[in-house]
């Protein structure tokens, strides 16, 4: 075998020819080069952006994560012509040609501290005007010398009040696009549209129907937002009355919220239970004579809010809200909030709880935090209080030192230093509605 193995051109370990044969060209039986067997896709050359075509600022997508800060005062911040951003009562409210009144992000639930700062430029949320055409959710129709065809134009009930002498004729109308910047004028009146009361059995006779239907309006943390006022008339379309269903941090206050709905709707609410408003259009409503407003294309970022925690609160010194803070640790909440609940009766058990303890704990755990932060804010108002801290997922409040007791014959609050929280008893109960 090593005899074997050392002839030259022989392999012991293959199973072919360690020199192949040559090719011969005059040969018929010449071996081609195999074919894929995928053929390779040709894919179209990528298109070259236009370095001349500068996108416009406002549908520049800006980072949530940025550190961007600009401190802002009352007046306009930012103008372009007609259309300008402004920092007034209201907050932030952007102000456009011809509108009834300036838009808003949320008309319900913002603060009534004016912002100190914004996290973005000052841009507005609506579609520019360099648009050649409003956005209507569809492809725009091509005209009929590209196509040579007739453009089968939708055509859609009329909402205008008959025609005296023509019962029983259907009146259709053609669709057209909704012109932006271009308010129609309110020929008549809020009263004027809604005529008269209704009647009991009118009322009941609206709502029963929808009682158990889930076609209504839900309404969030960020409550009555700018949008929702579209929304609110794309339901009066078919139906005379609207339901709205409210949940989280908004119903605390509900009667804040159903004010800005009367507001800017021009509606009338005939019906309230808990969190749940039937919003009526009015006996004179005409769907075509409705307000239209531009749409917001994304949510603006939240401006800067000056802190609501303070290490010195009103009528405190530093060591007294410490003592305070450390005491609330081994103090029992009054209750706990669950997750996009209905706090209608919030106010009310704080103040009644204030009656026994200077002190209040809420619980909180499983919320957002910017849900129980707004929350505080909206109860520093409302009862009023003074908020000591956010620690572990709890509202700490101080009833304050102007509290006045609801019952006549209560007893003066004593001085700060001589609170014992520990010495009052109280049970932690669940808030779920």
Known sequence: M????????FNLFSSLPSNPPPNDPNSSTTSASPSPPIPIPKYPPPLKKSQNAAPNPALKTVHRRTKYYKPV??????SDGDRA????????SYLLPGAPFEFQYSYSETPKVKPLAIREPAFLPFAPPTMPRPWTGKAPLKSAKEKKLKRKVPLLDS??????GTSGVKEVVMARPVELGKYPKQEKTREEILGEPLKKWEIKMLIQPQLSDNRQVNLGRDGLTHNMLDLIHSHWKRRPVCKVKCKGVPTVDMDNVCRHIEERTKGKIIHRVGGVVYLFRGRNYSYKDRPQYPLMLWKPAAPVYPKLIQEAPEGLTKDQADEFRKKGKRLLPICKLAKNGVYITLVRDVRHAFEGS?????DCRG???????KLGAKLKE???CVLLSFDDEHILMWRGPNWISMHQAAPSPSDTADFDILSSTGRGTSYNP
Not at 73 to 78: A, E, L
């Open 159 to 164: 909402f205008g009040p008959m025609a005296p």
């Open 358 to 362: 200077p002190l209040v704990k809420i």
């Open 367 to 373: 919320m957002h935090a910017s849900d129980y932060k």
């Open 73 to 78: 005062r009352d007046g306009v911040i930012s």
């Open 85 to 92: 951003v402004v920092i007034g009562e209201n907050g932030v």
């Open 382 to 384: 409302l009862v009023p």
């Open 2 to 9: 090593a005899i074997v193995a050392s002839l030259p051109g």
